[in-house]
């Protein structure tokens, strides 16, 4: 009796994870592999149209930094641009409670393992870009996320002589990881306007 006991305990727990990995699998749908740049995802309608709005409405309230040619805003630790590092004994603060609904749905679908404790929000007026660069792996961790509001952009992604063109649209969501985190460098080129011929995630 007792072994029955232990089969059908056994056979319950495969069912409860065959249930959560089906789970696991459903939330992940959202996001799509880029297969030209390994370790990239994209997730094209990760907010909706209110959720926008509002973020935008909440972050203009608050204080924007003007120490490089476009405006910034740091919360948990701020990234120095000049030496390129962080200072981790001079904490901002938990993030801005605008963002939580963001980490628990990234949390909930699996596009990250653990709540984030820094957040760059970059403003970029027509003309303005940033340099491809690859985040430094000692000060941010395996996965980086970046969410695009307001307006679609084409970010560039190259590796040594190959370049890729993504074109990231209004309310969606990249995840960096892997190759397209630790190998390729990602930038967005300064120039007023963007002639689109990568793919398009509409």
């Not at 204080?63 to 910034?72: C, P, S």
Request: aromatic fraction near 10%; hydrophobic fraction near 30%.
């Amino acid at each position: 009796m007792e072994k029955c006991e232990k089969i059908k305990a056994k056979e319950e727990k495969q069912y409860e994870n065959q249930n959560q990995q089906e789970e696991d699998k459903k939330q992940q749908s959202n996001l799509m592999e880029i297969k030209n740049v390994p370790g990239l995802l994209y997730y094209k309608k990760f907010l909706t149209e209110e959720e926008e709005q509002n973020l935008i409405k909440q972050i203009n309230q608050q204080t924007w930094n003007n120490d490089l040619k476009r405006r910034t805003q740091h919360y948990g630790y701020k990234y120095d641009y000049t030496s390129k590092s962080i200072n981790e004994s001079q904490y901002l603060g938990k993030l801005p409670d605008f963002c939580d609904f963001i980490i628990k749905r990234m949390l909930n679908e699996k596009i990250i393992d653990q709540e984030p404790d820094q957040l760059i929000i970059n403003e970029y007026e027509p003309g303005q870009g940033i340099n491809p660069h690859i985040d430094r792996p000692d000060f941010f961790q395996e996965k980086v996320v970046s969410i695009s509001l307001g307006s679609k952009c084409i970010m560039e992604f190259t590796l040594e002589k190959q370049t890729e063109e993504i074109v990231l649209y209004k309310r969606s969501l990249a995840l960096l990881t892997a190759e397209a985190r630790y190998k390729w460098k990602h930038g967005i080129k300064a120039r007023k306007n963007d002639v689109i011929k990568g793919p398009l995630f509409s």
